[in-house]
């Protein structure tokens, strides 16, 4: 079955960079896009960027475009994202999901979701 | 972007109850709008799709209605497994956005 296992929770100080893991089973990670989300404890789930795991292309939220990269390594079936310049603000659980077309450009959103990774970002 | 409303951020229901579930778009959006369903320490669920398109595998007491700016989630005689978080999503422009979320509750 579709799997999307993250990498475990980070607690970092302000000013680092984290990096979050999301490895891909049960299908062909390469054929569709994946997704990086995040929920700040209270707020709504955010939406911060995607990449087309096939060729590597990115969009991101303009709200994080100068912070985030958004990765993938096919042979490892693994996308990532990592945030860098943490604030106090950032500590959330960012969470991969996988869209839900194979249609390269377009959105029908998320179908799979990973299990969250809590990163906390405290001095 | 598109700001979704969802509401209400809380519900407490009764088994066998309907429940309703709004989210409104800040513009049209078509019926680009996707449900899910969240459970403390459980991988999320897509449980609508394309605002009417109950997801394979989803019960049928789940069902979706809405087109444009004004949708809704309705859960029939709703079960305790229910309880959990819901919440919409737009996929009609990016940023991708999201509703505020409603915590159902079961008595």
């Known amino acids: 079955q579709v799997q999307l296992v993250q990498s475990g929770t980070e607690v970092k100080k302000p000013g680092a960079s984290v990096k979050v893991s999301c490895k891909a089973s049960g299908y062909t990670f390469t054929s569709y896009a994946m997704h990086w989300v995040r929920q700040a404890p209270g707020q709504r789930l955010e939406w911060m960027g995607w990449i087309n795991a096939g060729n590597g292309n990115t969009k991101y939220s303009q709200k994080f475009q100068d912070r985030v990269t958004i990765t993938s390594d096919t042979s490892a079936s693994t996308a990532y994202m990592e945030l860098s310049s943490l604030r106090s603000e950032d500590t959330a659980v960012y969470y991969c999901?996988?869209?839900?077309?194979?249609?390269?450009?377009?959105?029908?959103?998320?179908?799979?979701w990973g299990q969250g990774t809590t990163v906390t970002v405290s001095s | 972007e598109t700001t979704l409303t969802q509401s209400p951020a809380f519900m407490s229901a009764t088994p066998g109850d309907k429940v309703n579930i709004s989210c409104k778009a800040s513009q049209d959006i078509d019926d680009d709008m996707n449900w899910y369903q969240q459970k403390p320490g459980e991988a999320v669920i897509f449980i609508i799709q394309e605002a009417t398109t109950l997801v394979p595998g989803i019960p049928p007491r789940f069902s979706g209605s809405g087109y444009g700016t004004d949708f809704t989630l309705t859960i029939n005689n709703i079960e305790s497994e229910d309880a959990a978080y819901y919440f919409c999503l737009q996929h009609d422009n990016f940023p991708l956005t999201f509703g505020q979320g409603t915590k159902v509750e079961i008595k």
């Open positions: 999901a996988r869209e839900v077309t194979r249609i390269v450009g377009a959105s029908y959103g998320m179908d799979v």
